[in-house]
């Protein structure tokens, strides 16, 4: 028994750790269907379909966020080649995927660490998990 | 004209109905006297509108096979109750969900048959669920 924290966790992509992350997030939503129907008081609703999206910070040390950065900020095309097979891990446990890296934010700014926003969206169903 | 099967006992997700009007005609003289000549006894073009939202394939699927098996807008049929059931002091002397026959929102009190107006719209919404439309008018049959 033990509780998690941020040395616990880790971010992967295509297999290789991102280095220098100092946060990650994961959210996943599930719409629905109204199936009410005349005679019930109560609305009724079955699952349609589900969203997976997150977003991680990445400190700019060398050239650690590249990997992620690179797959939108590019002359070329983005095109389906960029999407990514991304792990979040903390401790043994983990939620991995194929992602399309949605959002790429640098920020820069007196007295502070270069760091780099990313946001990611799964795409199909998480085809690793384990809670 | 033919009698198709009895429609599926489905409860909708909204219903619409307008009761039709009885046949006849209306003259306007010049000095803007009306006479209104009646030409029937029961009223007709009762419509009735009809959704499922997101029901299950096989209740959509009923509903395609009845309007196939009722040869399209030809055949007219019997409604079943679930379909009118939901507003029972809306009922015709008939304050329960079985009587159908004594149901305002069904053509049988009033002398018609059903049938449908056009072909049903079918939705796809995801896999399992479709949504359904129909429009059916009320006849009064030869």
Request: aromatic share 10%; hydrophobic share 35%; with cysteine.
């Amino acid at each position: 028994m033990s509780y998690y924290s941020g040395k616990d966790g880790t971010l992967t992509y295509n297999g290789s750790v991102v280095a220098k992350v100092s946060n990650w997030s994961i959210s996943t939503q599930v719409d629905t269907l109204d199936t009410t129907v005349l005679t019930e008081s109560d609305r009724t609703f079955v699952p349609n379909l589900r969203t997976t999206n997150g977003s991680a910070t990445v400190f700019y040390y060398d050239s650690a966020p590249v990997s992620l950065l690179g797959r939108i900020v590019k002359t070329a095309t983005v095109t389906e080649s960029d999407i990514l097979a991304i792990k979040l891990a903390w401790g043994s446990k983990f939620i991995q995927g194929n992602c399309i890296i949605t959002s790429a934010e640098l920020s820069c700014a007196v007295g502070e660490v270069m760091q780099a926003n990313i946001q990611f969206q799964f795409t199909g169903a998480p085809t690793g998990v384990s809670l | 004209m033919s009698q198709g099967p009895t429609f599926p006992d489905l409860t909708p997700s909204a219903r619409s109905m307008s009761p039709g009007n009885f046949a006849g005609k209306t003259f306007r003289s010049q000095s803007g006297i009306e006479t209104r000549i009646q030409y029937g006894n029961k009223s007709t073009d009762k419509s009735l509108e009809l959704e499922f939202n997101a029901v299950t394939e096989a209740d959509a699927a009923q509903i395609h096979d009845h309007y196939q098996a009722c040869n399209g807008t030809l055949f007219t049929f019997w409604m079943s109750i679930k379909p009118l059931a939901g507003n029972p002091a809306f009922h015709q002397g008939d304050d329960s969900y079985s009587l159908n026959t004594a149901n305002r929102f069904n053509s049988t009190p009033f002398g018609l048959r059903w049938r449908y107006a056009e072909p049903p719209q079918f939705d796809s919404i995801k896999a399992g669920r479709m949504s359904v439309r129909i429009k059916l008018i009320g006849v009064l049959d030869s």
